[in-house]
């Protein structure tokens, strides 16, 4: 018998908390979430999230209502020089891509959580708590003991729980507990973030898509975010009088080729810093860490709060795993090995990008004006890297990969016939040869077993050269099969998320 009161505490209900909350939910799980403060955080800081976000909210039953606070971005993003001339685009479609949805998606950030916090009130098996602080915690051998103080009676109590993750932002208390220290990826900067609302009818110059003015002398980043709201982020310079750069009259100086105080409202100028960092140590025993708290990315690419997402979708089927006893609790580390090369990958961009849009020297500026000018601007996409050593077998790619999300023939998308649960996808004549033990795995971890007639899906295993595909449950590729001894083989996955051992999966490790 377990003395925790709940299978998981979340602490901090941000985008990290909400999403794992939601997943949580979802898996039926006894969950607390604590949060210290009274409401969501009014004032925005993200306003783009990807595809596959998108993608992660549609599987938590949330993409209808994330829907209707967000706008699918027309174009993507564009790096100009001083003179507004193009050097490099960040492109995606707005159309439906490989994630069944646009590339891009703007929102008002408190306008999401708003969203997220809805959707966790679906699930009986999640409370929430707000004005509940948790100011200490001790890893026990049987659970998790925190210490919360309900901030509007000022008494404190005990929450005792069989995992804790912290999604308690970027000065984690959960991190310092667990003495992880942070791996600096080079890039602090101060930035002002400045949001505007334009006023009714209001024609200005601004542009429809996402601009990164390189512009040596000052630059800035430009966002048409959602409805009448507009972003600004300035990078500060030596010598700027903090005081000053945020009175009206400056901001409206440092904008004024765009937009005018006759034109739109100032809803708020605040500084913040931008940093690039990794946290060594996601877990200890029986605390994780999740979001800001693992890692930071200056916003240069808006993947910040994707990573949180991303991080509450790698974690949440393994926390159910583990607690209904499917997995052992080995499996939860591979939440970081797998988790923190990818964050890796995307944080090391922005750190590039931000290179490229912070050069502050005329001479630099004229340099790497030239050198991208020689050409035509250069088109990229997201990243789009692979999971680190984990639970996947056989070769990566396309194993440890994203798999795309493809309309099916019966008009349904992928993720709508698999749900929260592995999938088998494979051509009928090779799922007929599997063997009684592999199709005894497949029903012990609810394995959905889907025949691969449709188009897309027949495409993209003729283009892998391969028959069948096995997905987990956050979409990502477990294996690949060309005949029936590698679909025994990939299937084997499964048999070691049953391992009674640590030693039996962590053999499944990839060096
Ligand atoms: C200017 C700016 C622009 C950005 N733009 C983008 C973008 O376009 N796209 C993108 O993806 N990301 C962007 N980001 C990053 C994004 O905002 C963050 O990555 C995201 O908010 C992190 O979510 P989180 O849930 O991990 O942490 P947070 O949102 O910080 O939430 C942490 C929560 O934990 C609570 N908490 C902390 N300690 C305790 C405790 N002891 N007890 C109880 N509760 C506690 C806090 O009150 C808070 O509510 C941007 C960031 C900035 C600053």
Redesign the pocket.
């Known amino acids: 018998m377990s003395a925790a009161d709940f299978d998981v505490a979340v ?7 909400a999403t794992l909350a939601n997943l949580l939910g979802h898996y039926g799980l006894s969950t607390v979430v ?4 009274a409401d969501i ?1 009014p004032l925005p ?5 990807d595809g596959e976000v998108m993608r992660v909210f549609e599987s938590a039953g949330l993409r209808p209502a994330v829907e209707t606070v967000s706008r699918p971005g027309l174009t993507g993003m564009h790096f100009n020089n001083a003179q507004g001339e193009t050097l490099l685009i960040r492109g995606g479609t707005h159309a439906r891509g490989q994630h069944g949805c646009a590339t891009n998606h703007y929102f008002h ?1 408190p306008e999401l959580e708003t969203v997220l916090r809805a959707g966790v009130q679906r699930f009986a098996n999640v409370q929430v708590r707000t004005r ?4 200490a915690i001790e890893d026990r051998e049987d659970s998790a003991s925190l210490s919360v103080k309900d901030l509007a009676t000022g008494s404190t109590s005990r929450i005792n729980a069989r995992y804790v993750v912290g ?7 959960v991190r310092k507990e667990l003495g992880s220290p942070l791996t600096d990826l080079g890039l602090h900067q101060p ?1 002002l ?1 400045f949001d505007l609302r334009l006023k009714e009818g209001a024609a200005t110059r601004l542009p429809d898509h996402t601009v990164q003015h390189c512009d040596p002398v000052r630059p800035m980043t430009y966002c048409n975010v959602t409805g009448n709201r507009r972003r600004f ?1 300035i990078m500060l310079m030596p010598g700027d009088d903090l005081a000053q750069l945020v009175k009206p009259e400056t901001l409206w100086q440092l904008v004024g080729r765009w937009v005018s105080p006759e034109q739109a409202d100032i809803e708020r100028a605040v500084i ?1 810093t ?1 940093h690039s960092v990794i946290a060594q140590g996601w877990r200890r025993g029986r605390l994780l860490l ?4 693992a890692h ?1 990315t200056p ?1 240069f690419l ?7 997402v991303r991080d509450a979708s790698n974690l949440a089927w393994k926390l159910d795993a583990v607690v209904r006893g499917r997995a052992s609790d080995a499996l939860l580390d591979t939440y970081e090995t797998e988790r923190s090369p990818h964050v890796h990958a995307f944080i090391d961009l922005a750190v590039k990008l931000g290179g490229i849009i912070q050069t502050t020297d005329p001479q630099a500026a004229r340099e790497r004006d030239a050198k991208f000018k020689a050409g035509q601007p250069t088109i990229f996409e997201f990243p789009a890297p692979g999971l680190g050593a984990g639970l996947w077998h056989g070769q990566a790619p396309p194993a440890a990969q994203i798999f795309p999300q493809p309309e099916l023939a019966d008009g349904r998308l992928l993720d709508q016939a698999i749900g929260l649960n592995f999938a088998l996808i494979g051509r009928p004549d090779l799922l007929a040869q599997a063997s009684e033990t592999t199709r005894q795995r497949w029903r012990a971890h609810a394995t959905v077993v889907l025949p691969a007639t449709d188009p897309q899906i027949l495409a993209w295993l003729h283009a892998n050269q391969v028959s069948a595909v096995l997905l987990r449950p956050d979409r990502y590729i477990a294996g690949v099969a060309r005949n029936a001894a590698e679909l025994e083989q990939i299937s084997q996955c499964l048999a070691q998320l049953g391992a009674a051992h640590s030693s039996d999966v962590e053999a499944t490790l990839k060096p």
């Open positions: 602490i901090g209900y941000g985008p990290a908390g604590l949060e210290k403060d955080y800081r993200a306003i783009h999230f950030q509940h602080e948790v100011t999604c308690d932002g970027a000065r984690s208390l930035w973030v982020e913040y931008f999740a979001g800001d708290a930071q916003p808006g993947q910040g709060m994707c990573a949180a």
